[in-house]
Nanobody
Framework: QVQLVESGGGLVQPGGSLRLSCVAS????????MAWHRQAPGKERELIAAITSGGMTNYADSVKGRFTISRDNAKNTVYLQMNSLKTEDTAVYYC?????????WGQGTQVTVSS
């Protein structure tokens, strides 16, 4: 059974950078697409970045040009490099399979952008 463990969140000032990691256990990682989602207070969880097993990427307009998703199949890990962070990026960030999600989520990692 696949397990999802997010890490790398924290407090950062506007304009700063942060790199999130997601370790997804299981032997199918190398052939599975992965995505990052986030949920801000009072808002619905939204998909912000995705990467297919072949390395093709897509981003929500709100993060395009600032965030970069990548993967390291040898480590069963997907990353989210976040640059030029804005206060609007404050949220709990989660990873999951893409395009078909698992029926559950990991604990997520909190990202707070504040001056």
């Amino acid at each position: 059974q696949v397990q999802l463990v997010e890490s790398g969140g924290g407090l950062v000032q506007p304009g700063g950078s942060l790199r999130l990691s997601c370790v997804a256990s299981g032997s199918i990682f190398s052939i599975a697409g992965m995505a990052w989602h986030r949920q801000a207070p009072g808002k619905e969880r939204e998909l912000i970045a995705a990467i297919t097993s072949g390395g093709m990427t897509n981003y929500a307009d709100s993060v395009k040009g600032r965030f970069t998703i990548s993967r390291d199949n040898a480590k069963n890990t997907v990353y989210l490099q976040m640059n030029s962070l804005k206060t609007e990026d404050t949220a709990v960030y989660y990873c999951n399979m893409y395009p078909i999600r698992l029926g559950y989520w990991g604990q997520g990692t909190q990202v707070t952008v504040s001056s």
